[in-house]
């Protein structure tokens, strides 16, 4: 029966010769795993579309609507962030691999006569391959990915002549907006697609018809590709496929803060394989920036398209291949000079860690800082987390996902089931004063910020949370919040010693003649950690 | 090759090589089809909340007949939270006693109209009829009217979740 069926298809489609023919390919006996990066990256293109089309069945194609469709997908769907995960840093991989596969045909020289075509599609394979990667970025609609496109669409325009015309094109004439959006959508989910299903269809034919590049002297019998090679590839494939699934398991893939165009704090930052072109922008000024944005990128793309023209001798054995070596090793170093610049450059808060400068904690005002403060003392972080792993029973506070007013977090504190009917949240008893610091504090979280405040040190929260009681802010400024009737906070180590501003407490008058401030009899404990934290201003 | 040696024979390593192509294959496929699967099938995470919505006014709502009340209510539909219309059809039996009635018919979800003549709910799509409490008359219908969770607090009806029963 099985085989009337087989013997049905193969006369009524020659399906199975066509499939016999493709696997018993001859392939030269030199053939081998250097060999199977072409392989990995269709396998790396598979997956990419696979995941995007899972993604697309849960993604509101315009913006705004997009970012929370993007949220709901890491949030609330179960293997979402998973999918997503495999999607992002497979666009990474993808160039990973593309590139690397660049490398061994170019230190092969497999791209001499009579390859040269095989080539130059794979040139703009990677083309294409950036050109997802480009469009892509722009599709969760956050900050990263809105400010990174205005950077993208204004040096577009750099392009002599054609600049103009090509942010028409990328619809973003007047700055990014719904038709930026739309067009990038488009690209990334229609257009590229299609163009790079034809071009792998004409890469793959065009490698079949001149057969895999055999090395210089290679006249061992010939062997077939299926199973040695096949088995080969997929080792390969698998390799990769853990690298990339062990990172999406691993690495929750960003989403910030929905895109805002009035945040002049975001510091726009490509995807780190276009950091080189970013870096490379730094050395061109004025008038010559074009040299760096438009010329040299394109002239290195015609480079790479006529390599095989311009490296013309004879074939020769991989090892004695010292120039096409040079130039990968020059390429690479230089590559990873200029990205290393821009990562080094790139100023913290846009990877969400602090080391060195003020810490984040530090730009609280007093009422927030003090706001931790309850927030230990309450013990919310028994139910709720601040950005960090881990599933607790009430929402992770750094991103919940509805932001909520301070009115409506004090009555949601003093009782929990009016505002949110069923949920197992118990009633805060703190006065109001203190409610509203801590409702301070988590309007001022986002995931950027959570992890650094959720470590804020206890010493200076607790000097915020003496100020607070105090209301110290009744009459001084800490970081531009209070009132101005006393002098400004902060720089007051600069001003005074320790042991004036602890007396000038117990006593004003003495210190300062004529000043309106009332003498605080702070318990020793108090004044010891007000005084270190006013210090530390 | 390393493991060209003797030892194997050439049909042997043809077997391996095979079954590593379909092993890991299968491996890979299955990491990417159950996630998938998952993703695609699993409800979202967050559950609904119950939600009271105030419909309409008891005291002005005639006993024994149908009536349809229009009221908003959130929808929470997938990244979306929407204040949408919806309706339901209301008989109030007694002062403490009202049913809601789902605007779909239990066929296959057209909205159905009262006949106040014949005192019936007909669906206009497969002639489904419904009496005042929502049993199926006759129609292809294959369980009554669905009703709306109700709860009286003074003059005020309320609504709560539709509530499916099985025919």
Same mark, same amino acid.
């Given at each position: 029966m099985v085989k009337r069926i087989r013997h049905f298809i193969e006369s009524r489609t020659g399906l199975e010769t066509f499939v016999n023919e493709f696997l018993y390919e001859d392939i030269p006996a030199s053939a081998g795993w250097h060999n199977v990066m072409g392989s990995v990256a269709l396998f790396c293109f598979l997956v990419q579309a696979f995941t995007g089309v899972m993604l697309s069945f849960n993604y509101a194609a315009s913006p705004g609507e997009a970012y929370n469709s993007v949220k709901f997908i890491m949030t609330e769907l179960t293997g979402g962030k998973l999918i997503r995960g495999l999607h992002h840093w497979g666009a990474s991989m993808m160039i990973v691999v593309v590139v690397l596969h660049m490398v061994q045909v170019l230190i092969w020289g497999a791209?001499?006569?009579?390859?040269?075509?095989?080539?130059?599609?794979?040139?703009?394979?990677? &083309?294409?391959?950036?050109?997802?990667?480009?469009?892509?970025?722009?599709?969760?609609?956050?900050?990263?990915?809105?400010?990174?496109?205005?950077?993208?669409?204004?040096?577009?325009?750099?392009?002599?002549?054609?600049?103009?015309?090509?942010?028409?094109?990328?619809?973003?004439?007047?700055?990014?907006?719904?038709?930026?959006?739309?067009?990038?959508?488009?690209?990334?989910?229609?257009?590229?697609?299609?163009?790079?299903?034809?071009?792998?269809?004409?890469?793959?034919?065009?490698?079949?018809?001149?057969?895999?590049?055999?090395?210089?002297?290679?006249?061992?019998?010939?062997?077939?590709?299926?199973?040695?090679?096949?088995?080969?590839?997929?080792?390969?494939?698998?390799?990769?496929?853990?690298?990339?699934?062990?990172?999406?398991?691993?690495?929750?893939?960003?989403?910030?803060?929905?895109?805002?165009?009035?945040?002049?704090?975001?510091?726009?930052?490509?995807?780190?394989?276009? &950091?080189?072109?970013?870096?490379?922008?730094?050395?061109?000024?004025?008038?010559? =920036?074009?040299?760096?944005?438009?010329?040299?990128?394109?002239?290195?793309?015609?480079?790479?398209?006529?390599?095989?023209?311009?490296?013309?001798?004879?074939?020769?054995?991989?090892?004695?291949?010292?120039?096409?070596?040079?130039?990968?090793?020059?390429?690479?170093?230089?590559?990873?000079?200029?990205?290393?610049?821009?990562?080094?450059?790139?100023?913290?808060?846009?990877?969400?860690?602090?080391?060195?400068?003020?810490?984040?904690?530090?730009?609280?005002?007093?009422?927030?800082?003090?706001?931790?403060?309850?927030?230990?003392?309450?013990?919310?972080?028994?139910?709720?987390?601040?950005?960090?792993?881990?599933?607790?029973?009430?929402?992770?506070?750094?991103?919940?996902?509805?932001?909520?007013?301070?009115?409506?977090?004090?009555?949601?504190?003093?009782?929990?089931?009016?505002?949110?009917?069923?949920?197992?949240?118990?009633?805060?008893?703190?006065?109001?004063?203190?409610?509203?610091?801590?409702?301070?504090?988590?309007?001022?979280?986002?995931?950027?910020?959570?992890? =650094?405040?959720?470590?804020?040190?206890?010493?200076?929260?607790?000097?915020?949370?003496?100020?607070?009681?105090?209301?110290?802010?009744?009459?001084?400024?800490?970081?531009?919040?209070?009132?101005?009737?006393?002098?400004?906070?902060?720089?007051?180590?600069?001003?005074?010693?320790?042991?004036?501003?602890?007396?000038?407490?117990?006593?004003?008058?003495?210190?300062?003649?004529?000043?309106?401030?009332?003498p605080y009899r702070l318990a020793p404990k108090d004044l010891e950690r007000l005084t270190s934290y006013l210090l530390s201003l | 090759m390393s493991f060209q040696g003797n030892s194997r024979t050439e049909p042997d390593r043809r077997g391996f090589h095979t079954a590593v192509i379909y092993g890991l294959g299968a491996i890979m496929g299955l990491a990417m089809s159950l996630p998938a699967a998952v993703y695609l099938l699993f409800p979202p995470k967050s559950k609904k909340e119950d939600q009271w919505v105030e419909a309409a006014d008891l005291s002005k709502l005639e006993t024994g007949v149908a009536e349809e009340v229009v009221f908003r209510r959130n929808r929470v539909d997938g990244w979306k939270v929407s204040s949408e219309k919806t309706s339901a059809w209301v008989v109030k039996k007694s002062d403490t006693e009202v049913v809601a009635f789902a605007p779909q018919c239990t066929h296959l979800g057209c909205a159905y109209r009262f006949d106040e003549r014949k005192k019936q709910f007909n669906c206009p799509c497969h002639t489904s009829n419904f009496d005042l409490d929502g049993k199926v008359i006759d129609g292809p219908a294959p369980r009554p009217l669905d009703r709306y969770l109700v709860k009286i607090e003074g003059n005020k009806l309320l609504l709560g979740q539709v509530e499916k029963k099985e025919a």
């Open positions: 791209y001499k006569k009579p390859r040269e075509a095989t080539w130059m599609v794979g040139v703009v394979l990677l &083309m294409v391959t950036m050109a997802f990667g480009l469009t892509g970025y722009l599709l969760p609609w956050d900050n990263r990915a809105y400010w990174g496109t205005v950077v993208t669409t204004q040096i577009a325009g750099l392009a002599p002549g054609a600049g103009q015309y090509v942010q028409r094109l990328m619809g973003a004439e007047s700055g990014v907006g719904v038709v930026t959006f739309a067009r990038f959508y488009s690209m990334h989910t229609l257009l590229l697609p299609v163009a790079i299903l034809l071009l792998i269809a004409f890469h793959v034919y065009l490698v079949r018809k001149h057969g895999v590049a055999p090395d210089p002297g290679d006249n061992g019998p010939k062997g077939k590709f299926y199973p040695s090679q096949v088995f080969k590839d997929t080792v390969a494939i698998f390799v990769a496929f853990t690298v990339l699934f062990s990172m999406a398991l691993i690495l929750e893939a960003p989403l910030g803060r929905l895109a805002d165009p009035t945040d002049t704090s975001y510091t726009p930052r490509p995807d780190w394989y276009f &950091m080189f072109l970013f870096q490379l922008l730094k050395f061109f000024e004025g008038p010559l =920036e074009v040299v760096g944005a438009v010329i040299l990128p394109n002239l290195a793309i015609v480079a790479l398209l006529l390599a095989p023209f311009i490296d013309r001798g004879g074939v020769k054995r991989v090892g004695q291949r010292k120039g096409a070596m040079a130039l990968v090793l020059v390429g690479a170093i230089g590559w990873s000079a200029l990205t290393g610049a821009a990562i080094s450059g790139t100023p913290k808060e846009v990877e969400g860690v602090a080391t060195g400068g003020p810490a984040e904690w530090a730009h609280l005002s007093p009422e927030e800082l003090a706001g931790i403060g309850y927030y230990r003392k309450e013990n919310c972080s028994a139910c709720h987390t601040l950005g960090e792993d881990g599933k607790k029973m009430g929402p992770d506070l750094a991103k919940s996902g509805i932001r909520r007013d301070a009115k409506w977090m004090l009555e949601h504190f003093k009782n929990p089931q009016e505002k949110m009917p069923g949920t197992s949240m118990p009633p805060i008893h703190l006065a109001d004063s203190q409610l509203n610091a801590l409702a301070a504090f988590l309007l001022k979280l986002n995931t950027q910020n959570a992890k =650094e405040l959720r470590d804020a040190p206890q010493p200076a929260v607790d000097g915020a949370l003496v100020y607070q009681q105090n209301r110290c802010n009744a009459c001084h400024q800490v970081n531009e919040v209070g009132a101005k009737l006393g002098p400004p906070l902060n720089g007051l180590a600069k001003r005074r010693e320790r042991a004036w501003v602890e007396g000038h407490f117990a006593d004003p008058q003495k210190f300062s003649p004529g000043t309106t401030m009332p | -």
